[in-house]
């Protein structure tokens, strides 16, 4: 019988099966199963920092572009974000937790035979047409009331979105799933996708993520505890410090295929790398958080700080900013100083390199 993994060899298996060589923008997401995505550009939106780590030559924007030709919806898993339309289906029809009222069931009703008739609409299109007028938002604001119809009916899979116009989406009908899938089948389909993108993962975030699996499923919000269960049945696992760590049963951890580099990586917040900040702290011993919703007077490390990530360790973090042409990046450690590794310096050399030809070119400045 193999002997356990180390939690050293836990985290060198969590950064390199994350980190895979780079392949096709399809066939990551394919792999991936799931790419959070995140309004903020700073300097990048959180989906393609995530991908250009993972796709050959990606650059700023190329989701967005290739959206329309890919097997891919924009949907609700774990989060929102990009998913395999084989992952989208394991999750429809959607019933959301909250009921629609005959007034709002009747006005969507009204919404969708619009959009079969446009084709492909923006919502300024069903705003005019229908002119519902504004309500208050959930940060207390006001929002535009034919959006978050649309966002209502995206949610509840009655339509889809087909493209995006200035990072604005665009919403095309969707057609009614052709059959629904067995609740415990699906379910444990999901509870897979999810433990393969973000393995190896603490018993306390197993939980949470199956928890969440009624984001993208709340019809069978009843069930996430049983995948919880079925789930840790069918896992590997081991127990480190009085912590259980479970990931995928055919998956060997102290594989000398799980080797790191010598590379520097700036991760995106929500890279599966560092999305669980539970990991992260037992994997690197400091505490990362995303600071962009948090009063600037109270932030510690920016307003988009990356975590940065080199070798197997996230050292630190930086801030970066993409300013006529030019790539401002501002680097900080957890350590209070950088590494005096001759090879560091050269590698963050790189890695600013390859940021800026993501961003499109140009030269870096930086400073930490």
């Known amino acids: 019988m193999a002997r356990p993994p180390t939690l050293d060899e836990l985290r060198r298996y969590a950064v390199a099966r994350s980190l895979f060589a780079p392949t096709t923008l399809a066939r990551a997401i394919d792999r991936l199963g799931f790419v959070q995505a995140d309004p903020i550009r700073a ?148 509870a897979d996708i999810g433990v393969a993108k973000y393995a190896p993962l603490p018993e306390r975030t197993l939980s949470d993520l199956m928890s969440r699996l009624r984001i993208g499923a709340p019809q069978w919000h009843a069930g996430c505890r049983g995948a919880f269960v079925r789930a840790k049945s069918r896992l590997a696992s081991t127990r480190i410090d009085g912590q259980n760590w479970y990931w995928p049963a055919h998956e060997k951890p102290a594989s000398r295929r799980y080797a790191t580099s010598d590379e520097v990586r700036l991760l995106a917040p929500f890279d599966p790398v560092v999305w669980d900040r539970r990991r992260f702290e037992a994997f690197w011993g400091w505490a990362y958080r995303f600071e962009a919703y948090t009063p600037a007077a109270k932030r510690t490390r920016g307003y988009y700080a990356l975590p940065l990530l080199w070798r197997d360790a996230v050292i630190g973090w930086g801030n970066l900013a993409w300013r006529d042409g030019k790539l401002d990046a ?35 400045s930086a400073a930490g």
């Open 43 to 190: 300097p990048a939106r959180a989906q393609d920092l995530t991908l250009r780590h993972r796709v050959r030559d990606y650059r700023a924007g190329d989701l967005e572009r290739r959206y329309a030709q890919l097997d891919i919806e924009e949907d609700y898993f774990v989060n929102y974000g990009f998913v395999p339309r084989r992952v989208q289906a394991l999750m429809h029809p959607r019933q959301a937790r909250t009921p629609w009222p005959t007034s709002r069931r009747a006005q969507a009703q009204a919404v969708l035979e619009f959009v079969r008739a446009q084709g492909v609409v923006h919502p300024r299109e069903v705003d005019a047409q229908f002119a519902h007028g504004k309500v208050k938002n959930w940060f207390g604001g006001n929002s535009n009331a034919t959006t978050q119809l649309l966002d209502g009916m995206h949610y509840r899979g009655l339509v889809r979105v087909a493209a995006r116009e200035g990072g604005v989406r665009l919403y095309a009908a969707r057609e009614a799933a052709a059959e629904t899938p067995d609740p415990e089948t699906a379910l444990d389909a999901l």
């Open 330 to 364: 501002e680097i900080g450690y957890a350590s209070g100083r950088a590494p005096r590794d001759a090879g560091y310096r050269q590698a963050l050399a790189v890695e600013l390199d390859r940021v800026a030809a993501f961003l499109g070119g140009g030269e870096t």
